[in-house]
Every structure is written in structure tokens, then in C-alpha cells.
């Protein structure tokens, strides 16, 4: 093996995820230690990027290399905590504009016939709030037959109905309120993101295409410094997002010739549930580009993961492969194989984290140099292109073009 990278800047785009930068800080720093003793790395901390507003470092030896490698989250979870606030009655009038946004373009329909488990985890959402709304409603009836049987007596038969009414809402909306607050299930949450992917039918809202601008400008900074390698990882949402930012620089012409090499890492991606949208032109522009830019692209993803379109090709299932298309290359994680058994057996109803399973270590990986490691693509000596560079695409990986709408922007 020759060394091609001595230092990295890897940009690590998240999902639709409310949650503190630092908890990937410490969810890297955790998984990269349990890599190192299973795999025999040696991890260590290192130094963030500087101008990051978020990131860490760490130094590694991994495959008898050394090599320095700086991680700067980009930083949005401000937009999704703005999408997520609300209360009672916006989040079921988001269920609402959700469902017809996805029912009334045909999208639900064809996504269907890729995967069955983000489907489900769509719908999902709408079953447990519709479900939390009747027994909430169910309640307040039987407090309002309570109470008209009190107090009913003691008023005129026309203030009868008002009482029930008051009694009802009275007593269903702290429910409401109590489920909402714990959203043990997720069910809220779920429907804020979807309605924040769809509530422009699948067109990016401004606030997401400025902070957008400002990653590119992040990402160009990176590619005009001394690194080997610019590694872009997109989680979940954050993977359509990695997209049109990078088709963004190759189009400005902010990649220099003979500068670092420019990756994308795509983990657990959801591209379907915007690209299958009727606005998404620009989404499917620049898939479209970046199928056949000079970019390496690797796809991950895995069929035990339900909230990803595990195995599909985000650009040939959009229905925009262009001729000549050459990425990305589609993998799978493979779980199964890739995970003991008891700890796939710890992770089978915990959806979320199997979801992020793609950012932590892996317990049982068979060692060859193209196995999806992440802590080893990150922090390792080789780029993403040439780590992969006879990898295979997974066999069972879905290319059929089933959207219907393939409109891309001008």
C-alpha cells in the first residue's frame, strides 16, 4: 500500500437532527477507541480545523500509516430546531400539507417500489398522531358525559352542548400536549421532518440554500489548503444535501486543478423522499451532474437500516442517469455480516441507532481494505476513490427509474 494521505478535512453533513454538534464530537471520538481495539488502530486526539465553528481532530496509525485528519461538522441544526417548533395544531396541520404532498404528486406511490421501510417510517407518524388524537378526543367524551351528568341538571339545555365542547378540549389537549412533549415514539419528530423536506415540494427553502452557500465556501476554503484529501460524508438528509453543495463548486469552478482530492462519503440516504417531489428540479440537476463529474462518489447504505432506501441508486431510481453515468458506486454496510450477532441483536428496535450505525464501529468486519469502515475511511491513508477503486457494486442495488417526475433546473 502507498500513502496518498497524511492529512484530511473531512466536512460531516447531518440529517434533519436537532441535536448539539458535540454529541457527534463524542459519538466519533467513542466508536473511532472501539475501532482501534478491535481493528488494532492507534486513535488519539488531534487538532480541529482552524475557522471551524465546530470540529475536532484526531491523529491516527492505521494500516502502518500515519495521518493526521481534521473533522468540521457542518452546522444546521439551528433550521431544523426553527422547523421543529409548533405546537398542537401546526404539527397536525404539517401532517396534513405532508400527506398531500406526497399523495398528491404520486410521489408515496412510486417510492413504494423501491423500499418498504422508509415508506413505512413515512406513514408511520401519521398512524401514532392520528391514534394519540383519538384516544385524546376519546378521553375528553367520556370526561364531557361525566360532566354533563353533574352539571347538566344545574344548566339550560342550550349551554348543554357548550359544556361538552369545553369538557372535550379541555381534557384532550394536556394529553395531546403530554405526548407531543415525550414523543417517545418519534412520531413528532418524524412529522417535522418530512414536513420540512416537503413543505416546498421538494424545492430547497432559502434559509437552507444560504446555509448551503456557506458550506460551499467552507468546503472551497479546504480545498485551497495543504490536505491530501477533502472527504464530504452526508448522513441521512445531510446526503442530498452533500449533492447540490458539491455540484455547486465543480459548476463555479472552486475545485482547483492539482488541489487536494475531492470525495463524497453518502451514509443511510433518504435522496428519494425530496428527488420524487415535482419542485425538486435542482436536487435532480445535480445528481444528474454528479453522476458523471470526476468526483468519487460511494453510496452506503444497508437493508437492515428502515429509514434509509437501502440499495437504490439516488440517481438512476430519480430517473436522471445521464449518459456516461459513472456514480455513485452503491455498497452496502451489511450488517448482518458486518456486526456480531448479539450486537445486531442490541440494535433491532433501536430504528434510530441502527440509522447512525454507519458512524460507529463495526465488530466484525472480515478485514479486507474495501470494507466499509468508517473510522478507516476517515482517518486512514488512502482516499475515498482509490480505497474503492475495485469495489464492486452491490448486486442486489435497485437502478430502475420509477419517479415520475424528472424535471431537472435549467
Known amino acids: 500500500m502507498t500513502q496518498q494521505v497524511t492529512r484530511r478535512h473531512v466536512f460531516y ?7 448539539p454538534p458535540r454529541a457527534y464530537r463524542e459519538r466519533y471520538r467513542r466508536e473511532a477507541a472501539r475501532q ?21 481532530g484526531v491523529r491516527a496509525r492505521i494500516e502502518g500509516a500515519e495521518v493526521d485528519a481534521r473533522f468540521e461538522l457542518l452546522y444546521w441544526a439551528d433550521i431544523v430546531q426553527a422547523g421543529m417548533r409548533g405546537g398542537i395544531v401546526s404539527g397536525y396541520l404539517a401532517l396534513a400539507r405532508t400527506a398531500w ?4 404528486s404520486g410521489a408515496l406511490f412510486r417510492l413504494m417500489r423501491l423500499r418498504k421501510g422508509p415508506v413505512i417510517a413515512a406513514l408511520y407518524p401519521v398512524v401514532v398522531l392520528l391514534a394519540q388524537l383519538a384516544l385524546a378526543l376519546a378521553a375528553g367524551v367520556v370526561a364531557a358525559a361525566v360532566a354533563a351528568r353533574l352539571l347538566g341538571p344545574m344548566l339550560p339545555p342550550a349551554a348543554e352542548g357548550a359544556l361538552r365542547l369545553a369538557v372535550v378540549i379541555g381534557a384532550a389537549w394536556p394529553i395531546l400536549r403530554w405526548f407531543q412533549r415525550r414523543d417517545h415514539l418519534y412520531a413528532w419528530y418524524l412529522v417535522k421532518d418530512y414536513a420540512f423536506s416537503s413543505r416546498l415540494h421538494g424545492a430547497y427553502p432559502p434559509e437552507q440554500e444560504a446555509r448551503m452557500r456557506r458550506f460551499a465556501d467552507r468546503i472551497a476554503a479546504a480545498l485551497a489548503s495543504d490536505v491530501d484529501e477533502v472527504l464530504v460524508v452526508g448522513h441521512s438528509s445531510g446526503a442530498y444535501i452533500a449533492v447540490s453543495v458539491l455540484a455547486d463548486l465543480l459548476r463555479d469552478g472552486r475545485v482547483p486543478a492539482g ?24 436536487l435532480r ?6 453522476g458523471t463529474a470526476s468526483v468519487p462518489w460511494v453510496d452506503v447504505t444497508a437493508p437492515g437500516d428502515g429509514c434509509a432506501f437501502a440499495l437504490c441508486d439516488p440517481v438512476a431510481v430519480s430517473g436522471v442517469a445521464p449518459e456516461g453515468k459513472r456514480w455513485p458506486l452503491v455498497i452496502s454496510a451489511a450488517f448482518t455480516q458486518t456486526l456480531r450477532p448479539e450486537t445486531l441483536a442490541a440494535l433491532r428496535w433501536r430504528l434510530f441507532e441502527l440509522h447512525f450505525q454507519y458512524l460507529n464501529a463495526f465488530d466484525n468486519l472480515p478485514g ?17 476513490g482509490t480505497r474503492f477503486a475495485g469495489r464492486a457494486p452491490s448486486k442486489s442495488r435497485i437502478e430502475t427509474p420509477v419517479n415520475r417526475h424528472r424535471g431537472i433546473a435549467a
Do not use: H, K, N
Not at 267 to 277: H, K, T, Y
Open 13 to 19: 453533513i447531518p440529517g434533519f437532527d436537532p441535536v
Open 36 to 56: 482501534a481495539a478491535l481493528s488494532g488502530y492507534e486513535i488519539d486526539r488531534g487538532t480541529a480545523p482552524q475557522g471551524a465553528r465546530f470540529g475536532w
Open 101 to 104: 404532498a406526497y399523495i398528491g
Open 259 to 282: 488541489g487536494p482530492a475531492l470525495s463524497l462519503l453518502t451514509l443511510g440516504q433518504v435522496v428519494p423522499m425530496v428527488s420524487f417531489l415535482p419542485r425538486a428540479t435542482r
Open 285 to 290: 440537476a445535480d445528481l444528474a451532474f454528479l
Open 368 to 384: 479486507r481494505a474495501d470494507d466499509y469502515d468508517y473510522i478507516r475511511i476517515t482517518a486512514g491513508p488512502l482516499t475515498l
